[in-house]
């Protein structure tokens, strides 16, 4: 499966993004898929999940309420949507997936296989 990102831009605070992921391959929609992010000198962290099984969702403290993950399987396609943006969101956002992605470790970065190039989301005061 590879994975293209798109979407990101400059917006100011307050404001909305979705963004999107269009997947290659013919397994898309048995795998359980996710967002990270990664601000300029900090780690990569979770953002959201949508989760194969059963199609529940999580998020991380930080964006719940606001964020909503999203996919289209017959386009192939996963989204995030974003709203009430606030500087601190600004970041490479990345897009995740993986068919085998186990409950426990759903935040966890080293649980997908496939990764997306990024891209970068900019929020100003």
């Known amino acids: 499966v590879q994975l293209q990102a798109s979407g990101g ?3 100011q605070a307050g404001s909305s993004l979705r963004l999107s992921c269009v ?14 992010r990664q601000a300029p000198g900090q780690e990569r962290e979770f953002v959201a ?3 194969y099984s059963g ?3 999580y998020y991380s403290d930080s964006v719940k309420g606001r964020f909503t993950i999203s996919r289209d ?7 995030l949507q974003m709203n009430s943006l606030t500087p601190e969101d600004t970041a490479v956002y990345y897009c995740a997936a993986d068919p085998s992605v186990i409950l426990s470790a759903i935040r ?3 649980s997908y296989e496939y990764w997306g190039q990024g891209t970068l989301v900019t929020v100003s005061s």
Do not use: C, K
Request: aromatic letters at 16%.
């Open 55 to 57: 199609g529940y969702t």
């Open 9 to 11: 831009g400059l917006v």
């Open 73 to 79: 399987n017959a386009r192939n396609t996963m989204y």
């Open 49 to 51: 999940a949508l989760r």
């Open 23 to 36: 997947a290659s391959g013919r397994t898309f929609s048995r795998q359980s898929i996710a967002w990270f």
């Open 108 to 110: 966890e970065s080293r």
